[in-house]
């Protein structure tokens, strides 16, 4: 059974700092390529990181550049989203996904709170 939990999510204020992490099991970690969205209320999801299997590359929403970065430990089978500087327009539920586009499978975690307030 494949599963991606999410954890990590809370509230912070503004400035702060928070490290999501999403557990993965039920699949070949290490072969997929990573990613967290996030959606806030009344908008779209929206790619927010994203990291390939090997970790040799990440790419980053722009607004997010330089405040976010992604990780991940093959080992563990988890992937991290370490958020520093947090801004009010951060907020949302953060979601894991995992992707292995040759076989056609994608999978989504069920999403944590990310709430940045003062």
């Known amino acids: 059974q494949v599963q991606l939990v999410e954890s990590g999510g809370g509230l912070v204020q503004p400035g702060g700092s928070l490290r999501l992490s999403c557990a993965a099991s039920?699949?070949?970690?290490?072969?997929?390529?990573m990613s967290w969205y996030r959606q806030a209320p009344g908008k779209e999801r929206e790619l927010v990181a994203r990291?390939?299997?090997?970790?040799?590359?990440?790419n980053y929403i722009d607004s997010v550049k330089g405040r976010f970065t992604i990780s991940r430990d093959n080992a563990k089978n988890t992937v991290y989203l370490q958020m520093n500087s947090l801004k009010p327009e951060d907020t949302a539920v953060y979601y894991c996904?995992?992707?292995?586009?040759?076989?056609?499978?994608?999978?989504w975690g069920q999403g944590t709170q990310v709430t940045v307030s003062s």
């Open positions: 996904y995992g992707e292995h586009p040759a076989l056609g499978r994608r999978y």
């Open positions: 039920g699949f070949t970690f290490s072969r997929y390529a």
């Open positions: 990291i390939t299997s090997a970790g040799g590359s990440t």
